[in-house]
């Protein structure tokens, strides 16, 4: 619940995933300004009617939304790309600069939660954001999950997790969940480094929480040469686009479980939580009741 430009709106959603794709747009913005320039994030709601102004969203239903605008004075992107940016896996930066999955995943939230994105940009001034969030009357939700985010995972507390993912905004997440949590946590921004810190850590680490996707080296082969290690290492792969870490992958890679990003920050405690049990199970088959 917030007030935004003098009006009380509601907007009932997954907090993680909002706050993911609001860091993923300013990280975005920020890559954009290399020589410096000005980041600008606004609220407001907006009523839209049938009488809406040009250049509105056209999909979005008449209601009152709650607006998120991102903006800078970066580089700005040309016209003829704008459709193809939040196609998984597009990216207009350098080789090893990025996934093409920060876009994907922020569209992906804003779809999950009925909402619209207006980008407008202007080449050499500046690129913005528009997300377009339908308000709640009465707590409505359509069916939008709501989590209690006060519950405590108390059985991964003192756990140590390594975190290998190539994304600032995700491993900033992560860890910051984590620890709240009460967990020890490593990070890598890479397969290399992910596999070097495992190794110096071994005896520590009791789970890594893999990036399917990365430059240079991606999740499951991390995963295969850490496993070289640890054979029994409980591994969880996030990755923004589903088909990599469906069945098949699985079958093929023996990764414990995986989620597909943006994800609700308590699923994965919750992953982390039925992992350990069955790691635990595995090792002393008494400790699950048989």
């Not at 090893?96 to 202007?122: M, N, P, Q, R």
């Amino acid at each position: 619940m917030g007030f935004l430009g003098g009006r009380r709106c509601e907007l009932l959603g997954d907090q993680a995933k909002l706050q993911n794709a609001i860091l993923n747009l300013c990280v975005n913005a920020r890559d954009a300004m290399p020589d410096g320039g000005t980041l600008r994030v606004e609220t407001r709601c907006m009523d839209i009617n049938e009488n809406r102004a040009d250049g509105m969203p056209a999909g979005l239903p008449d209601g009152v939304y709650a607006v998120v605008t991102i903006a800078g004075t970066g580089t700005g992107i040309l016209a003829d790309i704008i459709p193809n940016i939040f196609d998984p896996f597009f990216t207009s930066k350098g080789v090893g600069k990025g996934t093409g999955l920060g876009l994907s995943a922020v569209y992906g939230c804003v779809k999950d939660h009925h909402g619209e994105i207006l980008v407008e940009s202007e080449v050499g001034r500046g690129t913005a954001f528009k997300l377009f969030f339908p308000i709640s009357h009465d707590s409505a939700n359509d069916g939008a999950e709501v989590i209690d985010r006060e519950r405590k995972n108390d059985s991964i507390r003192g756990k140590t997790i390594l975190i290998v993912d190539d994304e600032q905004v995700v491993r900033a997440s992560l860890v910051k969940l984590l620890r709240e949590s009460c967990c020890r946590v490593y990070t890598a921004d890479n397969g290399e480094s992910g596999i070097k810190m495992f190794g110096e850590h071994k005896n520590d680490i009791d789970l890594a929480v893999i990036d399917m996707i990365m430059p240079a080296m991606n999740g499951t082969e991390c995963m295969r040469r850490i496993r070289r290690i640890c054979p029994s290492l409980p591994v969880i792969f996030i990755s923004g686009y589903s088909e990599n870490a469906g069945p098949g992958a699985r079958a093929e890679t023996g990764y414990t479980t995986s989620l597909r990003k943006p994800f609700a920050h308590e699923h994965l405690l919750l992953e982390i939580e039925k992992a350990l049990r069955h790691e635990l199970e595995s090792i002393n088959p008494t400790s699950s009741g048989i």
